[in-house]
Nanobody
Framework: QVQLVESGGGLVQAGGSLRLSCVAS????????MGWYRQAPGKQRELVAG???????NYADSVKGRFTISRDNAKNTVYLQMNSLKPEDTAVYYC???????????????WGQGTLVTVSS
């Protein structure tokens, strides 16, 4: 069984920074596309940033120039560096990944449990 575990969330003042991490555990063979999503209270989940297996990245307009997504394939980990945080960035952040795992090397889409980011004004 493959799991994604996020960490790094917390409370930060506006203008501050946080770095989120998401690690895949289990019998992982390879990681495909990975992404960070967020869901604020009363709002739909939205894509924040994505990174392909080849390293291509894409960002929501609202975070361009402030957030950076990266990955370490050797560690089965994706990161989200968040700078110049704003109160409107407050949300639960989830990572998502396409994972090839197990003895049969099957493809799974896996979600983490989420980590809360709170930005105070």
């Amino acid at each position: 069984q493959v799991q994604l575990v996020e960490s790094g969330g917390g409370l930060v003042q506006a203008g501050g920074s946080l770095r989120l991490s998401c690690v895949a555990s289990g019998r992982v063979f390879s990681m495909n596309d990975m992404g960070w999503y967020r869901q604020a209270p009363g709002k739909q989940r939205e894509l924040v940033a994505g990174i392909s297996s080849g390293g291509s990245t894409n960002y929501a307009d609202s975070v361009k120039g402030r957030f950076t997504i990266s990955r370490d394939n050797a560690k089965n980990t994706v990161y989200l560096q968040m700078n110049s945080l704003k109160p409107e960035d407050t949300a639960v952040y989830y990572c998502d990944a396409g994972v090839v795992a197990g003895e049969l090397r099957r493809y799974f889409e896996v979600w983490g449990q989420g980590t809360l980011v709170t930005v105070s004004s």
